[in-house]
């Protein structure tokens, strides 16, 4: 072999070193470039998806009465950014707060909540037999026909979930058109002069006085409150934000009657005296021309029956942890305090039925809460009790009735100190006086209705929320939510996600295993080149 062959095979041996050398880092930065790409996809996709909900709106288009004003048509559409199908496993929650009679292709159903997948694809299977739905391009058109006179002059709440988001629509909604003649349900059988409304103010109820005097009479008697915070005028309105408590709806033969409803344990109120059907949510009109008569409380009042708040303690060595108990049957303002401290907390929210936990921070031995109900002004209060001193426990003799018998532990949860509880009377719904024998021709008697969660959504800004100064676990522990993830948007399920590396090996910066065949190669070639080009030398001296 000669010099020239000797250098050219040198060369060869030093490019083909390079390339094994070079080999490692061109695949790291490969695998870093891909990794990073991953990476900038993801977050795209995240961003997208909350920009979808942002430019998502939902507009109410009109209503229209058909079948000669037998029937009302409601239509609305949702205007999306992007195609429908990227929804894909999303659904609008229409929910209306009472049941409605709709009109369909195969008859009448009745429901108070429609399902409307935003994914035409799913219309086969999962859209509500009372909804009529198409899509044009990013916007889709939908409506539904309700069976009777109805007109837009309240509101209502549209949810929309899509891939863990949600976003809250507000839109004119149905109302009842009380428009018809009174006569049909005989008001002009009825002797307003001797009927009348009051407010027992023993038992907190409205009372009705009845007198029919001739035909049957098909009469309502309800009782509305209005949303925590609501500023009531002196005629009363807002009526559309009105919720109905408790009402009765029977048809009476000629005779006098002496009715009663709940009262809203604390609040404003109005009690309603009307012809026909209940009417749950009330319009803007109230109850237009079928109104008869109404008593009025627009102040924020207790009634008598309103109890006071409770009071149970579970004392700590640095905080003690209080539980607030309301048992009123709306929700409530109050104020708390640990006396002598600058420890309290004013107007803060106590949901209907439900309890509160409030945690201080320990002063003294004997610590007291005081907590004040609005606005009745009633109050109750909660010592630390004296830490129960322990006593030398003999040892127990191995016979399972000693371990039984063991002393119990003196419990920390204490009654309520305050006095000043008021205990509802037991009366109940009042029969048709004896001053006549005729008796109604039909009898039914709804139940109180609760407060919708939604009910603050009419307030701006929502007070029916809980203080942030108290926390409304009533055990104080952790809530974990069980519920499955959300669907991602455009399919899929919530175990699969993008950006997945797929199980591929990489260098050492992406933390998967060593090529040592590429190193050990690279070695035994940079020996064997530099053995050469000595080799090399020495033959050319």
Known sequence: MNKAQQNRLARLLLCTLLFFSLAPLLQATAAGLQAAQSAEGASVAEATYTSVLDGTYLDFAEYERTEGDRNTVFHYSLKLPVAPSYFAGSILQLTFGESLTFVGSSGTSISNQLSLPIDPAAWGTSLSPELTASVTGNTIDFSFTLAGKYKSDRTL?????????????????????????????????????????TEDKVTGKAK???????????????????????????????????????????????????????????????????????????????????????????????????????????????????????????????????????????????????????????????????????????????VIPDTPTSTPT??????????????????????????????????????????????????????????SAAESANISPSVDTVSPDVSPSPSGGVLIDVSPGPLPLGGGTASTGSGATGGKKTLPQTGESLPLGYYAAGLLLIGAGLGTLRLGRKRSR
Request: proline residues 9%; charged residues 15%.
């Open 208 to 382: 009705l006085h009845l007198v029919v005097v001739w035909g049957d009479a098909k009469i309502s008697f309800s009782s509305y409150r209005y949303p925590l915070g609501t500023k009531v005028e002196e005629n009363g309105q807002p009526y559309e934000v009105q919720i109905l408590h408790d009402s009765i709806s029977v048809t009476y033969a000629p005779g006098t009657y002496d009715l009663e409803i709940d009262l809203p344990d604390v609040g404003p109120y109005q009690t309603d005296l009307y012809v026909g059907g209940v009417l749950v949510h009330p319009g803007k009109d109230g109850h237009g021309k079928l109104f008869l008569k109404s008593h009025l409380q627009i102040w924020n009042t207790c009634r008598a029956n309103a109890q006071p708040l409770e009071l149970a303690v579970v004392p700590g060595a640095e905080k003690h942890v209080w539980t607030v108990t309301s048992k009123l049957d709306v929700p409530a303002y109050f104020n708390w305090e640990i006396e002598g401290t600058t420890q309290k907390g004013t107007g803060v929210v106590i949901p209907a039925n439900s309890k509160l936990t409030i945690a201080t921070v320990k002063v003294g031995a004997h610590d007291k809460l005081t907590v004040e109900l609005l606005p009745c002004g009633t109050k109750t209060s909660l």
């Open 157 to 197: 709440s549209i949810l929309l979930e899509a891939d863990g988001g949600q976003k809250l629509f507000t839109v004119p909604a149905p109302s009842r058109d009380m428009s018809e003649d009174p006569k049909a349900y005989g008001s002009d059988h009825i002797d307003m002069g001797n009927t009348s409304i």
């Open 394 to 451: 003999p040892t127990p003799t191995p016979s399972s009735s000693s371990s039984a018998s063991a002393s119990p532990t003196p419990t920390t949860e204490t009654t309520p100190s305050s006095s000043t509880q008021a205990t509802p009377s037991s009366s109940t719904q009042a029969t048709p006086s004896s001053s006549t024998s005729a008796a109604p021709t039909s009898a039914s008697s709804s139940t109180p209705t609760p407060g």
